[in-house]
């Protein structure tokens, strides 16, 4: 239960701040921060377990059949990250309490954070790739909020939207290349994928997936050529910037090249594609990253160059490149949030992030200037803090590199990470000297500018002690969590590697000296370096993608345009011929249409019967202008087709049906006393010959479909429900027993729908008000009084045998014909005559019912049913029986799918009342009463 509280803790805490906002930011923050404060507990005491190299699974199935289960794993990777999610979480929501001004939502913020938090822990907890996926796509929604946060600026709403729309795309690729590598497997299990990784590589359909997979990651982490999205991401709140860079979102996607390592690694395939994407990505970032002159902006480009580093490393696959990635990722995650955080301070406290006027800092804010400093030192790479060791390791496994493709040319990575290395000194030199010295500040808004509260610098002095403190003492602080982390990423112990502050004159440490010699030049040297950047061309990747999004938005208005026309026959002929067409092609190859099954001698009831359904259709057809008429013919075709399924032994679908066609054909009533009685004809005469055509062709076709079918022999799956329906759901109706058991998912999914289409359609109707008829079409008017006297007394008496019939129904459906469906039907008959008979507000006032509360009653009840067969350790929506005995009464079964009946019972009445009363309603001017 570990596993699952620690998702569930953030997603459940997103409540506490806005219930607790209105008694200040303190309380908010605190009560904010009791969700990671409590998982940290939770984690940290799963760690002696972790580090010894134990995998911790939580299992709860879902859709076993589907392979889409609830299952979380908890090894060294995951805790990596989790510890990371939820302790800079923890300091993000401290460093937000001052932050944010009191004039805005706080509560709406934390509560928007804990949301990321949980999707970020859901992703690097899942054991279940569907499930990963359903977080994943959970972490882009929540980062566009927490983006868009500050929704009144437009560079936050168009930020927010291409963050949504880059990684929202790369999430489409990555499901397609999940569901591709889960069918491979036959299991959506990490466990299972992560143990056929030689037999996924050596598929044919393996570029494939792997284009796939690394398109969401590539996306998801800003690597090129997709990095145009992170930079505009930083018109969010510092808070939001520094947790997204350092620990959630963006390391999203290096975790899952690290989770899949094992499957992934080791082609041709991912050597090309992940290890140039990761040199592109570190050495454009690096070289943006030194000409910006926002301070935020500077250190987007910055998260870039690193998140590219650690791709870098992802794709060299030497022996200990894993290591160093997994390495970076720690020491990333501590000086790059530290440096947002301060960063945030600076433009709290002067009002701007302009590098250009922010000079001099260390004379206002010296204790902020020398966290930032050593933070800046870190990411540089300096000697004694974190960032230098696994540069260092990262300069090494780019000498240890040797590959078949690169030939004598495997000199060109590490001179390219070099050279990175010399640009990351650049900027962040730039960063200490242009902010803290270089002169006086310029034009402040605030001035002068001051350090900030005390406690908002307590989250910068935990951070930049980590960087020390790993720097220095690295065995200690971090080599346990290093290991537990590479073992896991790499599915066995990883080679021998030493974290040594001291490893000798070698290779590594001279790159290391030309890096901070060369980035020192380059600073040194950067007035003409601005001078040709500013030679550039300008271009806005927001501008451009923004064009973009209208061109793709002008091209479906155009084939929108032709392909729709707002003509409902237009869309009916172009789907029954698409129909056609696909049927054709389907029964063309076949040698003979007819098949070896003897057919069924038709008797004279049963041919009578069609001959009036096919007479009573084509009238409806000729008819169709008299509405009324044609209304009444068409319902007799409905009571044929119930009679129909009668004739063939299918009583449960002769109830459903015939409850439909009375609830139909009162909805269509309802709708006709707003309309004229007769239509005129507009259809054109060529209009007239393609319908007929079509009609023609499409009962043609699937009268052939038909035959072809029936005369041929088949292979039901009945006989399973016919064998399993008793043992294996408690009921002697098997069609019932299907739609509460076997297949309850899928009537879980309608009666959802179905209430979903009940409250859209009251929506639409609450506050309509249309004109009421006064005369009938012969212009003869209205009786005064709206409501027949006679049905309003036949009604009254007839609604608790209605309700009674219903309750049989219902109450037998698990054995015979009947169910929660019909029997919901049936009372929202009984009810809506009511309506018909003495009016809503006669109703309304005597039988004060929420139906918009029914319908949603209905589908939690189904749902928490199917949420309790966990509690027993069985699938979701499993149900259990059993046979009980009391004085007089007898023995008699109870099932707990009658309680998912129960809940299909309320939604069928409270979505099909809020349409029919709600339609009904519109015929009463003085129905002052809001039905609900």
Same mark, same amino acid.
């Given at each position: 239960?570990?596993?699952?509280?620690?998702?569930?803790?953030?997603?459940?805490?997103?409540?506490?701040?806005?219930?607790?906002?209105?008694?200040?930011?303190?309380?908010?923050?605190?009560?904010?921060?009791?969700?990671?404060?409590?998982?940290?507990?939770?984690?940290?005491?799963?760690?002696?377990?972790?580090?010894?190299?134990?995998?911790?699974?939580?299992?709860?199935?879902?859709?076993?059949?589907?392979?889409?289960?609830?299952?979380?794993?908890?090894?060294?990777?995951?805790?990596?990250?989790?510890?990371?999610?939820?302790?800079?979480?923890?300091?993000?929501?401290?460093?937000?309490?001052?932050?944010?001004?009191?004039?805005?939502?706080?509560?709406?913020?934390?509560?928007?954070?804990?949301?990321?938090?949980?999707?970020?822990?859901?992703?690097?907890?899942?054991?279940?790739?569907?499930?990963?996926?359903?977080?994943?796509?959970?972490?882009?929604?929540?980062?566009?909020?927490?983006?868009?946060?500050?929704?009144?600026?437009?560079?936050?709403?168009?930020?927010?939207?291409?963050?949504?729309?880059?990684?929202?795309?790369?999430?489409?690729?990555?499901?397609?290349?999940?569901?591709?590598?889960?069918?491979?497997?036959?299991?959506?299990?990490?466990?299972?994928?992560?143990?056929?990784?030689?037999?996924?590589?050596?598929?044919?359909?393996?570029?494939?997936?792997?284009?796939?997979?690394?398109?969401?990651?590539?996306?998801?982490?800003?690597?090129?050529?997709?990095?145009?999205?992170?930079?505009?991401?930083?018109?969010?709140?510092?808070?939001?910037?520094?947790?997204?860079?350092?620990?959630?979102?963006?390391?999203?996607?290096?975790?899952?090249?690290?989770?899949?390592?094992?499957?992934?690694?080791?082609?041709?395939?991912?050597?090309?594609?992940?290890?140039?994407?990761?040199?592109?990505?570190?050495?454009?970032?690096?070289?943006?990253?030194?000409?910006?002159?926002?301070?935020?902006?500077?250190?987007?480009?910055?998260?870039?160059?690193?998140?590219?580093?650690?791709?870098?490393?992802?794709?060299?696959?030497?022996?200990?490149?894993?290591?160093?990635?997994?390495?970076?990722?720690?020491?990333?995650?501590?000086?790059?949030?530290?440096?947002?955080?301060?960063?945030?301070?600076?433009?709290?406290?002067?009002?701007?992030?302009?590098?250009?006027?922010?000079?001099?800092?260390?004379?206002?804010?010296?204790?902020?200037?020398?966290?930032?400093?050593?933070?800046?030192?870190?990411?540089?790479?300096?000697?004694?803090?974190?960032?230098?060791?696994?540069?260092?390791?990262?300069?090494?496994?780019?000498?240890?590199?040797?590959?078949?493709?690169?030939?004598?040319?495997?000199?060109?990575?590490?001179?390219?990470?070099?050279?990175?290395?010399?640009?990351?000194?650049?900027?962040?030199?730039?960063?200490?000297?242009?902010?803290?010295?270089?002169?006086?500040?310029?034009?402040?808004?605030?001035?002068?500018?001051?350090?900030?509260?005390?406690?908002?610098?307590?989250?910068?002095?935990?951070?930049?002690?980590?960087?020390?403190?790993?720097?220095?003492?690295?065995?200690?602080?971090?080599?346990?969590?290093?290991?537990?982390?590479?073992?896991?990423?790499?599915?066995?112990?990883?080679?021998?590697?030493?974290?040594?502050?001291?490893?000798?004159?070698?290779?590594?440490?001279?790159?290391?000296?030309?890096?901070?010699?060369?980035?020192?030049?380059?600073?040194?040297?950067?007035?003409?370096?601005?001078?040709?950047?500013?030679?550039?061309?300008?271009?806005?990747?927001?501008?451009?993608?923004?064009?973009?999004?209208?061109?793709?938005?002008?091209?479906?208005?155009?084939?929108?345009?032709?392909?729709?026309?707002?003509?409902?026959?237009?869309?009916?002929?172009?789907?029954?011929?698409?129909?056609?067409?696909?049927?054709?092609?389907?029964?063309?190859?076949?040698?003979?249409?007819?098949?070896?099954?003897?057919?069924?001698?038709?008797?004279?009831?049963?041919?009578?019967?069609?001959?009036?359904?096919?007479?009573?259709?084509?009238?409806?057809?000729?008819?169709?202008?008299?509405?009324?008429?044609?209304?009444?013919?068409?319902?007799?075709?409905?009571?044929?087709?119930?009679?129909?399924?009668?004739?063939?032994?299918?009583?449960?679908?002769?109830?459903?049906?015939?409850?439909?066609?009375?609830?139909?054909?009162?909805?269509?009533?309802?709708?006709?006393?707003?309309?004229?009685?007769?239509?005129?004809?507009?259809?054109?005469?060529?209009?007239?010959?393609?319908?007929?055509?079509?009609? #023609?062709? @499409? %009962? &043609?076709?699937? =009268?052939? +479909?038909?035959? *072809? !079918?029936?005369?041929?022999?088949?292979?039901?799956?009945? /006989?399973?429900?016919?064998?399993?329906?008793?043992?294996?759901?408690?009921?002697?109706?098997?069609?019932?027993?299907?739609?509460?058991?076997?297949?309850?998912?899928?009537?879980?999914?309608?009666?959802?729908?179905?209430?979903?289409?009940?409250?859209?359609?009251?929506?639409?109707?609450?506050?309509?008000?249309?004109?009421?008829?006064?005369?009938?079409?012969?212009?003869?008017?209205?009786?005064?009084?709206?409501?027949?006297?006679?049905?309003?007394?036949?009604?009254?008496?007839?609604?608790?045998?209605?309700?009674?019939?219903?309750?049989?129904?219902?109450?037998?459906?698990?054995? #015979?014909? @009947? %169910? &929660?469906?019909? =029997?919901? +039907?049936?009372? *929202? !008959?009984?009810?809506?005559?009511?309506?018909?008979?003495? /009016?809503?507000?006669?109703?309304?006032?005597?039988?004060?019912?929420?139906?918009?509360?029914?319908?949603?009653?209905?589908?939690?009840?189904?749902?928490?049913?199917?949420?309790?067969?966990?509690?027993?350790?069985?699938?979701?929506?499993?149900?259990?029986?059993?046979?009980?005995?009391?004085?007089?009464?007898?023995?008699?079964?109870?099932?707990?799918?009658?309680?998912?009946?129960?809940?299909?019972?309320?939604?069928?009445?409270?979505?099909?009342?809020?349409?029919?009363?709600?339609?009904?309603?519109?015929?009463?001017?003085?129905?002052?009463?809001?039905?609900?």
């Amino acid at each position: 239960m570990t596993l699952a509280l620690l998702i569930a803790l953030p997603l459940l805490g997103t409540l506490l701040p806005l219930v607790t906002e209105r008694y200040g930011r303190s309380l908010c923050a605190a009560a904010t921060a009791l969700a990671p404060l409590i998982g940290l507990g939770l984690l940290l005491g799963e760690r002696s377990r972790v580090f010894g190299g134990e995998v911790l699974r939580l299992k709860w199935e879902w859709l076993p059949s589907l392979g889409l289960n609830f299952s979380l794993r908890l090894d060294g990777l995951a805790f990596l990250f989790a510890l990371l999610i939820l302790g800079i979480g923890l300091l993000v929501i401290l460093y937000a309490r001052y932050y944010l001004s009191k004039q805005e939502a706080a509560g709406r913020f934390y509560a928007f954070l804990l949301l990321f938090m949980g999707a970020m822990l859901g992703v690097v907890l899942s054991e279940n790739l569907l499930l990963m996926m359903v977080f994943w796509e959970l972490t882009s929604l929540s980062s566009f909020l927490l983006i868009g946060f500050w929704g009144h600026r437009s560079d936050a709403r168009r930020g927010a939207r291409m963050a949504l729309t880059v990684t929202g795309a790369g999430g489409l690729a990555l499901l397609a290349g999940v569901l591709l590598l889960g069918h491979l497997v036959g299991s959506f299990e990490l466990s299972e994928v992560l143990a056929a990784g030689h037999f996924i590589r050596n598929h044919e359909l393996y570029p494939l997936v792997l284009c796939l997979i690394l398109l969401g990651v590539f996306t998801k982490s800003a690597q090129f050529p997709f990095h145009f999205w992170l930079p505009h991401a930083m018109a969010a709140p510092t808070p939001v910037s520094a947790y997204l860079h350092s620990a959630t979102m963006v390391k999203a996607g290096v975790f899952l090249l690290a989770r899949l390592y094992p499957v992934l690694s080791g082609s041709d395939w991912w050597f090309y594609i992940v290890s140039l994407a990761g040199l592109a990505t570190l050495l454009v970032g690096a070289l943006m990253a030194l000409f910006q002159h926002d301070l935020k902006g500077l250190l987007a480009f910055s998260t870039i160059s690193h998140l590219g580093l650690i791709t870098l490393l992802f794709g060299l696959d030497t022996p200990l490149a894993a290591v160093a990635a997994i390495f970076h990722i720690i020491n990333h995650a501590t000086f790059k949030a530290s440096l947002f955080m301060a960063a945030g301070i600076i433009d709290h406290e002067t009002g701007s992030r302009d590098m250009r006027r922010i000079n001099g800092m260390w004379k206002y804010m010296p204790h902020t200037a020398a966290l930032a400093m050593v933070a800046s030192s870190a990411m540089a790479g300096v000697p004694l803090l974190n960032g230098f060791l696994s540069k260092e390791m990262f300069f090494g496994e780019t000498l240890a590199f040797e590959h078949h493709l690169l030939g004598s040319f495997y000199w060109l990575i590490p001179a390219a990470a070099t050279l990175a290395a010399v640009f990351s000194v650049a900027y962040s030199l730039r960063f200490i000297h242009d902010v803290f010295f270089n002169g006086e500040p310029v034009n402040l808004p605030k001035y002068p500018p001051h350090e900030p509260p005390r406690y908002m610098k307590v989250p910068v002095e935990i951070l930049v002690f980590l960087c020390v403190l790993v720097g220095v003492l690295p065995g200690l602080s971090v080599a346990g969590l290093l290991h537990a982390a590479a073992t896991a990423t790499l599915g066995a112990t990883p080679p021998v590697y030493s974290l040594s502050i001291w490893h000798g004159f070698n290779l590594p440490l001279l790159m290391s000296v030309i890096a901070l010699l060369g980035g020192i030049l380059v600073y040194a040297c950067r007035r003409p370096l601005f001078h040709w950047y500013a030679g550039l061309p300008d271009m806005d990747a927001k501008a451009v993608f923004e064009m973009a999004v209208r061109q793709v938005v002008a091209l479906a208005v155009r084939l929108t345009s032709a392909l729709e026309n707002g003509s409902l026959q237009r869309y009916l002929a172009l789907m029954l011929i698409a129909a056609l067409v696909a049927v054709v092609v389907g029964i063309w190859d076949l040698p003979t249409l007819a098949g070896t099954v003897a057919q069924t001698p038709p008797d004279l009831v049963t041919a009578l019967g069609l001959v009036l359904l096919c007479v009573m259709a084509l009238l409806s057809v000729a008819l169709h202008r008299q509405r009324l008429v044609a209304l009444v013919m068409l319902s007799v075709v409905g009571l044929l087709v119930s009679l129909a399924f009668v004739r063939f032994s299918a009583p449960d679908l002769a109830l459903t049906q015939l409850s439909v066609e009375v609830v139909t054909v009162i909805l269509l009533m309802l709708a006709l006393y707003f309309l004229p009685a007769q239509t005129p004809s507009e259809t054109s005469s060529l209009r007239s010959l393609r319908d007929f055509v079509l009609a #023609l062709a @499409g %009962g &043609g076709v699937m =009268a052939l +479909l038909t035959f *072809a !079918v029936l005369t041929r022999p088949y292979h039901s799956i009945a /006989g399973f429900f016919l064998d399993n329906s008793v043992p294996g759901g408690g009921g002697t109706n098997v069609v019932n027993v299907i739609l509460v058991d076997f297949r309850g998912f899928d009537t879980l999914g309608e009666i959802s729908v179905l209430a979903l289409a009940g409250l859209g359609i009251f929506a639409l109707l609450q506050g309509m008000r249309l004109p009421t008829p006064t005369e009938d079409p012969l212009g003869r008017p209205w009786a005064r009084d709206g409501h027949s006297l006679i049905l309003a007394m036949l009604s009254r008496v007839l609604l608790p045998l209605a309700l009674l019939v219903s309750v049989f129904i219902f109450l037998r459906g698990h054995n #015979l014909p @009947g %169910g &929660g469906f019909i =029997a919901g +039907l049936i009372t *929202a !008959v009984a009810l809506i005559l009511q309506y018909i008979a003495s /009016g809503a507000s006669w109703i309304h006032a005597r039988l004060p019912l929420d139906y918009r509360s029914m319908a949603g009653a209905g589908v939690l009840i189904a749902g928490l049913t199917g949420l309790g067969s966990w509690a027993f350790g069985y699938p979701f929506l499993t149900s259990s029986f059993g046979h009980f005995h009391l004085p007089l009464v007898g023995e008699f079964e109870l099932a707990t799918a009658m309680l998912f009946d129960l809940g299909v019972y309320l939604t069928v009445v409270g979505s099909t009342l809020l349409i029919l009363a709600n339609l009904g309603r519109l015929t009463r001017h003085d129905d002052a009463k809001e039905l609900h």
